[in-house]
């Protein structure tokens, strides 16, 4: 399931734009694979409007992991059910293998971050909070304590937490531990980038964090645009808003698993509002869409952008309600799938299936547009949700009433699983 959740604030003439991206982790087989990816770098000072620069400041979490193939004997074994993408949260992970029919129930007690010490958390000094990081957040401490009622502050915390919490649970399961990268760009901010490769179970996990500002660049603006964005205004207007998704992108359907993932972000939803899970869910299924495949990528989730009402604070709970069931709605389906073996034709249709994703990814997905065209942009962090290997097959197509064709389908004809 992939998990992408940004916050954006834009001012006209020097004005400070502020974008969280938080996209989650992938998946090998029954499940998926899951991608987190930088959204927003932004470039250098460049005028859009007469007498007025567009000033960009944002703040970007991006995660992705992608299953391993393992030998027990003379058995293949390994994550290939985790192939899928997994989205932003906290919490720690499953201990032991989960199996039969309560996997699902001791792997949710096992994940889940009980709410009176999430909110004691919160509630504890930046300095405190930011030990429990995988690295010093990018913004330096003494400055988010001075604006800690800020919401540039309490997105960026949010991420970094996240962060955190997924890397720990991700190395939990995997027994690897993530190789961490702080850097800066020139033009404005910096970022905190965590890979894991070549582990146990994930070939590949990475969980990014970008904090970037600057002036945006027209190509920027563009890509702005072409959502309805309307970058003019009088000096010192704001613009903000709140985006973010997830989707499962598994190899084979497993309806259980499906039922589980949809249900925990429907949850989530279902504390702010009604709609949310079903407006997501159908906005969800129109993104993640490989338009000249005619599938999607996965099997659905949720999808939002522009989301700039009732209110700030409203809006950020609802985010802070989605980061958390990353670890929630990903881990058990890891769990439950970790010791499963395969054949040789599974595998080569695993791979086949992330050379769709990644046909999205580099085609389609906003967050990478923006940010390869974006000057100053850490290319090594936005590339980082691809998998190591992929396949791309001349004119494959799976035998009727197969497995392969059973996920085709679901991919062509997206399904409601709750």
Request: glycine residues 8%; contains cysteine; proline residues 4%.
């Given at each position: 399931m992939a998990t992408i959740v940004f916050y954006?604030?834009?001012?006209?003439?020097h004005s400070a734009a502020r974008r969280c991206l938080t996209s989650p982790l992938k998946r090998l087989a029954s499940a998926g694979e899951s991608?987190?990816?930088?959204?927003?770098?932004?470039?250098?000072?460049?005028?859009l409007l007469p007498g007025t620069r567009w000033f960009s400041r944002g703040t970007g979490?991006?995660?992705?992991?992608?299953?391993?193939?393992?030998?027990?004997?003379?058995?293949?074994?390994?994550?290939?059910?985790?192939?899928?993408?997994a989205a932003v949260t906290a919490a720690a992970a499953v201990a032991g293998f989960l199996a039969n029919t309560d996997h699902f129930q001791r792997a949710e007690m096992a994940t889940r971050v009980p709410r009176a010490a999430k909110e004691t958390g919160e509630e504890a000094d930046i300095p405190q909070r930011c030990r429990g990081f995988m690295s010093p957040p990018v913004t330096d401490i003494s400055v988010l304590q001075?604006?800690?009622?800020?919401?540039?502050?309490?997105?960026?915390?949010?991420?970094?937490?996240?962060?955190?919490?997924?890397?720990?649970?991700?190395?939990?399961?995997?027994?690897?531990?993530?190789?961490?990268?702080?850097?800066?760009?020139?033009?404005?901010?910096?970022?905190?980038?965590?890979?894991?490769?070549?582990?146990?179970?994930?070939?590949k996990a990475g969980v990014n964090v970008s904090v970037v500002f600057g002036n945006l660049t027209e190509e920027a603006a563009k890509q702005m645009r072409s959502r309805g964005k309307v970058l003019k205004g009088k000096d010192g207007t704001k613009q903000w808003w709140f985006g973010g998704g997830t989707d499962?992108?598994?190899?084979?359907?497993?309806?259980?698993?499906?039922?589980?993932?949809?249900?925990?972000?429907?949850?989530?939803c279902d504390k702010h509002h009604p709609q949310h899970y079903p407006d997501f869910k159908k906005w969800c299924d129109r993104y993640f869409y490989v338009r000249h495949r005619g599938e999607t990528r996965g099997i659905g989730g949720i999808f939002f952008d522009d989301l700039d009402s009732p209110n700030q604070e409203e809006v950020f709970s609802f985010v802070k309600s989605c980061a958390r069931t990353v670890v929630p709605c990903y881990l058990p389906i890891v769990y439950k799938h970790l010791n499963?073996?395969?054949?040789?034709?599974?595998?080569?249709?695993?791979?086949?299936?992330?050379?769709?994703?990644?046909?999205f990814n580099l085609v389609y997905d906003r967050g990478v547009k923006f940010g390869l065209a974006t000057p100053g942009?850490?290319?090594?962090?936005?590339?980082?949700?691809?998998?190591?290997?992929a396949r791309w097959e001349y004119m494959h197509e799976p035998a009727k009433g197969t497995r392969e064709a059973e996920m085709l389908d679901a991919l062509r004809n997206p399904k409601d699983w709750v």
């Amino acid at each position: 399931m992939a998990t992408i959740v940004f916050y954006s604030v834009n001012k006209t003439a020097h004005s400070a734009a502020r974008r969280c991206l938080t996209s989650p982790l992938k998946r090998l087989a029954s499940a998926g694979e899951s991608v987190s990816r930088l959204a927003s770098t932004h470039s250098r000072s460049v005028p859009l409007l007469p007498g007025t620069r567009w000033f960009s400041r944002g703040t970007g979490v991006r995660f992705m992991s992608h299953g391993t193939a393992g030998w027990s004997g003379n058995t293949r074994r390994g994550a290939l059910a985790l192939s899928g993408a997994a989205a932003v949260t906290a919490a720690a992970a499953v201990a032991g293998f989960l199996a039969n029919t309560d996997h699902f129930q001791r792997a949710e007690m096992a994940t889940r971050v009980p709410r009176a010490a999430k909110e004691t958390g919160e509630e504890a000094d930046i300095p405190q909070r930011c030990r429990g990081f995988m690295s010093p957040p990018v913004t330096d401490i003494s400055v988010l304590q001075g604006n800690k009622d800020e919401m540039r502050t309490k997105m960026e915390m949010l991420i970094m937490e996240t962060q955190a919490d997924f890397c720990k649970a991700l190395e939990k399961v995997d027994g690897g531990t993530f190789r961490v990268d702080r850097w800066k760009r020139k033009e404005g901010g910096g970022g905190i980038s965590c890979v894991m490769q070549d582990g146990k179970v994930f070939e590949k996990a990475g969980v990014n964090v970008s904090v970037v500002f600057g002036n945006l660049t027209e190509e920027a603006a563009k890509q702005m645009r072409s959502r309805g964005k309307v970058l003019k205004g009088k000096d010192g207007t704001k613009q903000w808003w709140f985006g973010g998704g997830t989707d499962l992108t598994p190899v084979y359907i497993d309806k259980e698993d499906a039922f589980h993932f949809h249900k925990t972000l429907k949850e989530a939803c279902d504390k702010h509002h009604p709609q949310h899970y079903p407006d997501f869910k159908k906005w969800c299924d129109r993104y993640f869409y490989v338009r000249h495949r005619g599938e999607t990528r996965g099997i659905g989730g949720i999808f939002f952008d522009d989301l700039d009402s009732p209110n700030q604070e409203e809006v950020f709970s609802f985010v802070k309600s989605c980061a958390r069931t990353v670890v929630p709605c990903y881990l058990p389906i890891v769990y439950k799938h970790l010791n499963d073996s395969f054949s040789d034709e599974e595998k080569d249709w695993q791979q086949v299936r992330r050379g769709r994703y990644v046909e999205f990814n580099l085609v389609y997905d906003r967050g990478v547009k923006f940010g390869l065209a974006t000057p100053g942009s850490r290319i090594e962090s936005i590339l980082m949700s691809l998998p190591l290997t992929a396949r791309w097959e001349y004119m494959h197509e799976p035998a009727k009433g197969t497995r392969e064709a059973e996920m085709l389908d679901a991919l062509r004809n997206p399904k409601d699983w709750v």
